[in-house]
């Protein structure tokens, strides 16, 4: 009986140094080699979104809707207006774009990473001291385009 309890706690010790080893393998291969977050493509991303939101930044605040369509090859869209409404320096400033754009999308462990690549904006609606002004028109007077968002933004 004895002998079986001897043969049985080697059995054991060697059991649990075998646990031991392979556990201190996996230790070692999983640090050298660590498994990054999932970038692939998911269904539940892809199609059309609609978007409506506003932030403020330096006493401006900027309004975004419109509507954002992702396609499986990492690319999107935007078609919408994009306003800001200023009241810097005592005057109060709206402006509303018409607005364009497209980039690049990924799923980066579970936040989704968008870069802007290129917009195009055009001027739909001025507002100035509660005053509205055709944009149109106000360029043909001044004989000068009136800035658009990318001429201030960069790429990316």
């Known amino acids: 009986m004895k002998l079986k309890k001897i043969a049985f706690l080697k059995t054991l010790g060697v059991m649990g140094s075998l646990c031991g080893i392979i556990a201190t393998a996996f230790a070692i291969y999983a640090h050298y080699n660590p498994t990054g977050p999932s ?28 509507k954002t369509t992702f396609f499986s ?7 919408g207006n994009i306003s800001i ?10 402006i509303d774009y018409l607005s364009d754009g497209a980039g690049d999308w990924e799923l980066y462990d579970k936040e989704l990473i968008t870069s802007l690549n290129i917009l195009k904006t055009r ?9 509205e002004v055709d ?8 004989n000068k385009k009136l800035p658009t968002i990318e001429d201030d933004m960069a790429n990316g």
């Open 123 to 131: 001027p739909v609606k001025l507002v100035f001291n509660n005053l």
């Open 85 to 94: 409404n200023s009241s810097a320096s005592g005057k109060d400033i709206f």
């Open 39 to 66: 970038t692939q493509r998911h269904d539940n991303i892809m199609g059309s979104w609609l978007s409506d939101y506003s932030y403020t930044e330096k006493g401006n605040t900027v309004r975004v809707n419109g």
């Open 135 to 142: 944009p149109i028109k106000m360029e043909m007077i001044n």
């Open 73 to 79: 090859n990492g690319k999107y869209n935007f078609h």
